[in-house]
């Protein structure tokens, strides 16, 4: 202990600080990516559950090791490449994809005072890094060489841009609520308890960023990216073994960064539901921050879940409506409606 | 030679290669790709300059939609680079003559006579809590009101006159009204006939 003691003070101060901030994203992802693993082993036990069936019950007890032997088959098949595919795009496209939905958590603050990066322009960060993954699917798609592939891309593309746009709106309306782009500063504007948070004065917003953010990640019902039943798998029908399972973490891990930035924007983040609240608020005050968060955070990935097992998917025409004719109109009433709220000080959530 | 030159130098390093990358590559989707690399690295020197409202704006309307859109209609043109490439030696010394124009002209303007550390002192740094998207704003809203609303409204126009262009009557197209699907009622779908079982 005394040796690496020595070591560390004899590093430069930048290149401690440089060891360090690693440290702290190890300290981030290697989670992230345990969380990944066990909630599509989760999403496989609810949705099985929901279909009158059990799920996956052989590897491990209850099923429990099915996630890492699934990483153990997916590690070690061949990575197919198709003929005349544009090789480095090929493989580089699932890269593209994950790297914006893990480096998203810089900027997330997990409590008061716990966040990677505390930097003013936090919700622009996320919105720009967010609006990047889709490249993955567009590369991924035409470097392919395969008509289903590329429908898939073209379908995910316009899908995506479309829904962005909505989901940017939904997020004006936080900001200008919260009255800073910074994230730790929008949580802290919804002090109080349950009724709060933002997730009753910005009501429409709420339901438009949830829906979005469902239709950004590409999942059912808005997963025609994939539609196997239509384009077989689309824009990863041509993956294999590792890349395809990288496609994969990645579409877990933005599940998993919508339903945290949800649980941050409108349910009060890191905050307690009964916050100065008689009785109850005190009886719960020394619960931590993080576990709040974590409790919210799962609600919404359970939703994720609960969504794909009910709901049909939406037909392609209808995906586009929704986006452009109903949902964006939503948010531009409604961020009007917010900006006299704050301007006059409506009571309760803005005076 | 500090961190942040070199972080600068490698950036520009980035971008030359890029847009040398954009006007030589043969297939176009491979352009646009690099332009969007140039777009990125773009946004890491405005970083460098404290600008990061820009940055971040950079990426998320130009890489993040602007791009996708272009990419997406790259993707399904089918390009014949043979027919592009056609007048190439024809043109070049025309091409030349526009490019070492176009060149002067940016050297008298952003050359060593009119730019300089002598002609522009570098910038106070701001302290860390200084934000950027704040003060651009304020002054966007305050003092250059007017010209920022009149961009507003040109642009609303060109939006107008897009979908006008665009917009015509479409009478083969089986689009229907969500609406009146969902209101559908069971009888305007199904005829219940009874029909005598057959015997075979």
């Not at chain 2, 704006?57 to 859109?69: S, T």
Request: proline share 5%; hydrophobic share 60%.
């Amino acid at each position: 202990m005394e040796l690496f003691n020595s070591l560390w003070g004899a590093l430069p101060a930048e290149l401690q600080y440089l060891v360090w901030t690693l440290v702290k994203i190890v300290v981030i992802v290697l989670p992230l990516m345990l969380i990944v693993a066990y909630y599509t082993y989760a999403e496989r036990k609810i949705i099985g559950y929901m279909q009158v069936r059990i799920g996956p019950n052989r590897v491990g007890p209850k099923g429990w090791l099915q996630p890492i032997a699934d990483a153990v088959k997916l590690m070690f098949k061949e990575i197919v490449l198709p003929t005349k595919a544009n090789k480095l795009l090929f493989v580089i496209a699932p890269v593209i994809t994950l790297g914006p939905a893990l480096a998203a958590w810089a900027v997330f603050p997990f409590d008061e005072e716990l966040v990677l990066a505390d930097i003013n322009a936090g919700l622009l960060y996320i919105l720009a890094l967010t609006s990047v993954g889709v490249y993955g699917v567009i590369i991924a798609g035409w470097a392919s060489n395969s008509k289903y592939a590329f429908l898939g891309a073209l379908r995910s593309a316009a899908q995506i841009v479309s829904y962005e746009i909505a989901m940017g709106f939904a997020l004006v309306g936080v900001l200008v609520a919260a009255g800073s782009l910074n994230l730790g500063d929008i949580v802290k504007a919804q002090e109080g308890g349950l009724f709060s948070w933002f997730w009753l004065p910005l009501l429409p917003l709420f339901g438009v960023y949830l829906i979005s953010g469902v239709a950004e990640t590409n999942r059912a019902p808005f997963d025609v990216a994939e539609g196997e039943s239509e384009i077989v798998a689309g824009f990863h029908v041509e993956y294999s073994g590792m890349v395809f399972a990288v496609f994969f973490l990645a579409e877990y891990a933005n599940m998993i960064l919508i339903s945290a930035l949800t649980a941050l924007m409108f349910m009060g983040g890191w905050l307690s539901p009964f916050h100065g609240w008689p009785l109850l608020g005190p009886l719960f005050d020394w619960v931590p921050g993080f576990f709040w968060l974590v409790i919210k955070t799962a609600f919404f990935m359970f939703l994720f879940l609960w969504f794909r097992a009910t709901f049909p998917r939406y037909r392609y025409d209808q995906i586009m409506r929704l986006g452009w004719k109903v949902f964006i109109p939503i948010t531009i009433v409604w961020i009007a409606v917010v900006g006299l709220a704050v301007v006059y000080q409506m009571p309760w959530w803005f005076d | 030679m500090t961190l942040e030159k070199l972080i600068f130098y490698a950036l520009s390093a980035v971008i030359i290669a890029a847009a040398t990358m954009v006007i030589t590559r043969r297939n176009p989707v491979h352009s646009a790709l690099f332009l969007i690399l140039a777009f990125v690295a773009c946004s890491g020197i405005w970083l460098l300059a404290e600008a990061e409202f820009l940055a971040i704006v950079l990426v998320l309307v130009y890489v993040g939609a602007v791009m996708v859109l272009f990419l997406f209609v790259l993707m399904m043109l089918d390009i014949d680079i043979a027919v592009l490439r056609a007048g190439f030696i024809k043109m070049l010394p025309l091409g030349v003559v526009m490019a070492i124009a176009m060149a002067a002209e940016l050297i008298l303007i952003v050359g060593p006579d009119n730019f300089g550390l002598e002609k522009y002192a570098a910038p106070a740094r701001h302290a860390a809590d200084y934000s950027n998207t704040e003060e651009l704003g304020s002054v966007l809203y305050t003092v250059y009101m007017y010209p920022f609303e009149i961009a507003a409204v040109i642009l609303l126009v060109a939006i107008i006159a897009a979908i006008g262009l665009t917009m015509r009557k479409r009478p083969d197209t089986k689009y229907l009204d969500p609406a009146n699907q969902v209101v559908v009622k069971r009888e305007q779908r199904v005829r219940m006939v009874s029909m005598d079982a057959e015997k075979g």
